[in-house]
């Protein structure tokens, strides 16, 4: 597509409910980033994704995280039990490599959570 | 880890120049950006400047960089309305790394 793609662009969800958030990345971009944006904060890094596996899930607050992605190209952000601490929004980004200067790193408009 | 460290708040007059400041830590540092994200909008790559390289203009946007004192700058000229928003400084190293963010300045046009 044209742009980095994400859904649902908001979402409400009840305390100890599983969601799912979804990534689609520009055509092409083999480097898919997830960050996290709470409010006041600044951009706090979770896990990427060079092709299909993820060298570094170190940012992945707890164990409720995880994130897959497959063909290359949709990636999915699984919060399983999700708690108030949780509510925030979640941002895609993607580039065409990981390294040099075509790494411009493009990003979605975010999954807003909330939850209740 | 790499810290990335910026102030939270500008405000400046319609017509004046902004000056956004952001120091870090991380001296292998390979590219560093400023990303803009107004309102309710996701990030929107502004400009960015590799770290052998001390100034960067383009049109409004003049970024400096002190690579000595790992301080990075964006001035804004004529600055308007429409620049209000929060500004993000970021950091890259060398290999397969993620971006490293500030906390963003807000910064407030007045009218």
Redesign the interface.
């Known amino acids: 597509g044209a742009g980095?793609s994400q859904s649902p662009s908001n979402k409400v969800t009840e305390k100890g409910k599983d969601v799912e958030l979804r990534c689609d990345p520009i055509s092409g971009h083999t480097a898919l980033?997830w960050?996290r944006q709470s409010l006041?904060?600044?951009?706090e890094?979770l896990i990427?994704f060079?092709g299909n596996s993820a060298?570094?899930k170190s940012?992945l607050p707890s164990d409720r995280f995880s994130a897959e992605r497959t063909g290359g190209s949709v990636s999915t952000l699984t919060i399983q039990r999700t708690q108030q601490e949780d509510s925030a929004v979640y941002?895609c980004?993607s580039s065409l490599i990981?390294?040099g200067?075509g790494?411009?790193?493009?990003?979605?408009?975010?999954s807003w959570l909330t939850v209740v | 880890g790499e810290d990335v460290e910026q102030s939270l708040f500008l405000s400046v007059r319609e017509g004046d120049s902004s000056v956004i400041n952001c120091t870090y830590t991380d001296s292998s540092s390979t590219y560093l950006y400023w990303y803009k994200q107004e309102p309710g909008a996701g990030l929107q790559l502004l400009t960015y400047i590799f770290s052998n390289m001390d100034m960067k203009q383009d049109q409004r946007l003049t970024v400096l960089l002190n690579k000595k004192d790992k301080h990075l700058s964006l001035r804004i000229a004529d600055t308007q309305t429409g620049d209000s928003a929060i500004y993000f400084c970021a950091e890259k190293s060398a290999g397969n790394t993620p971006l490293v963010f500030g906390k963003g300045t807000r910064l407030s046009v007045i009218a």
């Open positions: 980095v980033y960050y006041g904060q600044g951009l890094f990427y060079q060298p570094d940012g941002l980004a990981t390294e200067p790494n411009t790193i493009y990003f979605g408009e975010g």
